[in-house]
T-cell receptor, first 113, second 114 residues
């Protein structure tokens, strides 16, 4: 299985809602990533988990809360988001070793009303 | 810090034309280099990679050579197809803070007309 899956594919939420994005991989990768991508822009790194521990937080607002329950799963909990948080949220994974490419999921298209 | 610069486009070509998308980078150390492709409404797919100087990555008719002397990793294809229409991102890997980070260029939107 060489696939990263993400659910849901689309999500619409109000500014007072709490929701979660889910990501799963079964490639035995030990590093997992969340990216945010706005239209016509490259992905921006948000968080990196290495061996289930948060290793990088790119100064992301606390209304985004990541969680890595085990080596195959990555969640992103959302609370009190703003309309400007509307974007495509991409999950990726890689082997933890240096120089290995990242495999991306199809993304969750998030709209905040 | 590390950075990637690529021609922003958009680039519009006719089917069977020759394609070049330029990419240059600035990095300390010896990063790996990648080209990713993003089709409309989808995530990023790895197109090809090179891990050291003079390596040539290739896939689906696309090629790119890691040129350390010119700090470049230009993407080429000899004969493009309509199905190649997508956004192409050049990226380098930066191993820091205990994990690998990808540094992306701004992306080049490619449209191929029949």
């Amino acid at each position: 299985d060489t696939e990263v899956t993400q659910t849901p594919k689309h999500l619409v939420m109000g500014m007072t809602n709490k929701k979660s994005l889910k990501c799963e991989q079964h490639m035995g990768h030990r590093a997992m990533y969340w990216y945010k991508q706005k239209a016509k822009k490259p992905p921006e790194l948000m968080f990196v988990y290495s061996y289930e521990k948060l290793s990088i937080n790119e100064s992301v607002p606390s209304r985004f809360s990541p969680e890595c329950p085990n080596s195959s799963l990555l969640n992103l909990h959302l609370h009190a988001l703003q309309p400007e948080d509307s974007a495509l949220y991409l999950c990726a994974s890689s082997q933890a070793a240096r120089f290995n490419e990242q495999f991306f999921g199809p993304g969750t298209r998030l709209t905040v009303l | 810090g590390d950075s990637v610069t690529q021609m922003e486009g958009p680039v519009t070509l006719s089917e069977e034309a020759f394609l070049t998308i330029n990419c240059t980078y600035t990095a300390t150390g010896y990063p790996s280099l990648f080209w990713y492709v993003q089709y409309p409404g989808e995530g990023l797919q790895l197109l090809l990679k090179a891990t050291k100087a003079d390596d040539k990555g290739s896939n689906k008719g696309f090629e790119a050579t890691y040129r350390k002397e010119t700090t470049s990793f230009h993407l080429e294809k000899g004969s493009v197809q309509v199905s190649d229409s997508a956004v192409y991102f050049c990226a380098l890997s930066d191993h820091s803070q205990g994990a690998q980070k990808l540094v992306f260029g701004q992306g080049t939107r490619l449209t191929i007309n029949p």
